[in-house]
């Protein structure tokens, strides 16, 4: 009998801690790999939390930095994706707090879904005043929303990733609900009427 031979489907695809252990003994294409998994998680934690797409992407760029210079730091039992998530938020609260950049929110291009129209205006619409509104919440609650909502990450490891009491992180996150809920509550009372119309 032959040798059997893999399909491109039982060809092994690294796992995140592989991909460390390999760029440890200073494999730069290990690295490159986690940085092409993890590129677009990085840019959209950061951008959620500070609405300048500019920014984030110069913040995912030195979040993968800041990941290559502590990366002997990570331990392979820990999470790999809640740790970028840490990283990323912490660098881009940073940054806010020191830029308090402008938002460019509305230059966005939103989804692109095939609804006609009336309904893409008003999908992109929907979409605007919810980035609006979470632009408005305190960057600490903004944060917590964006992780739990946005990227799924459990309450605890929300707060591994900001080092904060796991209260804290409830009371966040319902403080970011709460104000939202009052931020949109015309716009969607309004949306509703138009919806029964």
């Known amino acids: 009998m032959g040798r059997r031979v893999k399909t491109v489907t039982e060809s092994h695809i690294p796992t995140d801690n592989e991909l460390?252990?390999?760029?440890?003994?200073?494999?730069?294409?290990?690295?490159?790999?986690?940085?092409?998994?993890?590129?677009?998680?990085?840019i959209a934690v950061s951008y959620r939390i500070c609405g300048n797409?500019?920014?984030?992407?110069?913040?995912?760029?030195?979040?993968?930095?800041?990941i290559w210079e502590k990366l002997s730091t990570f331990r392979p039992e820990g999470n790999f994706r809640g740790w970028l998530c840490r990283i990323a938020a912490n660098m881009t609260i940073?940054?806010?707090r020191r830029k308090k950049p402008m938002t460019d929110i509305a230059e966005?291009?939103?989804?692109?879904g095939k609804v006609g129209p009336e309904g893409d205006a008003l999908q992109k619409?929907?979409?605007?005043?919810?980035?609006?509104?979470?632009?408005?919440l305190p960057v600490p609650s903004r944060a917590?929303?964006?992780?739990?909502?946005?990227?799924?990450?459990?309450?605890?490891?929300?707060?591994?990733?900001?080092?904060?009491?796991?209260?804290?992180?409830?009371?966040?996150?319902?403080?970011?609900?709460?104000?939202?809920?009052?931020e949109l509550q015309d716009y969607m009372e309004q949306e509703g009427k138009y919806a029964t119309r």
Do not use: C, H, W
């Open 53 to 66: 797409a500019a920014l984030a992407e110069d913040i995912a760029q030195e979040t993968f930095i800041r």
């Open 144 to 182: 917590v929303l964006v992780l739990r909502e946005y990227e799924g990450l459990s309450y605890q490891e929300i707060a591994d990733a900001l080092d904060i009491p796991l209260g804290t992180v409830k009371s966040r996150l319902n403080d970011a609900r709460r104000r939202l809920q009052v």
């Open 125 to 136: 619409e929907r979409a605007a005043m919810v980035k609006a509104a979470i632009m408005q």
């Open 20 to 42: 460390i252990a390999s760029s440890l003994r200073g494999d730069t294409a290990a690295f490159a790999k986690l940085v092409l998994r993890y590129r677009l998680m990085a």
């Open 94 to 96: 940073d940054a806010v």
């Open 108 to 112: 966005i291009p939103l989804d692109d």
